[in-house]
């Protein structure tokens, strides 16, 4: 379930955990103040298994040298 921040008025910035399918806060989830907004962030990244995109084969960084077949 992603994490977002919101920004209220009364109480600073406050962490919800929310599904991404609901909308967004209209009073402060902490405080119930009138005045909340929700924050777009960096996010946490995108986390990839596997061969990073400088190593997969054909971009000189093979690891299986060119004997391989996989170029």
């Known amino acids: 379930m992603p994490s977002y921040t919101y920004e209220c008025d009364k109480c600073g910035l406050v962490d919800v955990r929310q599904p991404i399918t609901e909308p967004p806060h209209r009073k402060c989830p902490q405080c119930g103040g009138e005045k909340v907004r929700r924050i777009i962030g960096a996010g ?10 400088q190593q997969q084969h054909g971009c000189g960084g093979c690891p299986h040298g060119k004997a391989c077949g996989r170029e």
């Open 44 to 53: 946490g990244g995108i986390l990839t298994r596997g061969s990073a995109p």
